[in-house]
């Protein structure tokens, strides 16, 4: 009868040590992983938004378009002409409204009128949207020129 001791220099595995270290690796990128997720989830609120305010800045434009050269609507309210073509408050804007969409999010709307500018016969508008995104103010605008015909 034979007897084989066995060497453990010659076991094949992995050591305790080892496996930790391979299963912090793990947590390592598996972590990393869900940050990128955090971030790729702000992101697309943020875009959402944006898109949100920006179809409504067109569909304000669309019908302050429609509107004659001499709608109450296309004036400028408060005399100051270009100057106050970026004004984004409801004390300083011409007109304003607010609307708030399906997801619950509360978009102001303002437009400003420049008559004569940028010739005789002619109004700037620019129509601003404003909404609150985590902690602070974001806007897009869209600017037009109306012509009296």
Known sequence: MTVR?????TESGFSVVEL???ISILTIGILALGSLQISAIRGNATSGAVS???????DK??????????????TDSDGDAISGIDDATAATA????SS??????????????AANQPRTGAKTVKVIATWDERGGQKSTSLDFI????
């Open 5 to 9: 001791i066995r060497d453990e220099r």
């Open 20 to 22: 930790l270290i391979a």
């Open 52 to 58: 949100e305010a920006s179809n409504y800045v067109v």
């Open 61 to 74: 434009t669309e019908k302050l378009m429609r509107l004659s050269y001499h709608a109450a609507a296309l």
């Open 94 to 97: 011409d007109h304003s409204e």
């Open 100 to 113: 708030t969409a399906i997801s619950g999010k509360t978009y102001n709307l303002f437009w400003n009128i």
């Open 146 to 149: 109306k012509a009296d015909m």
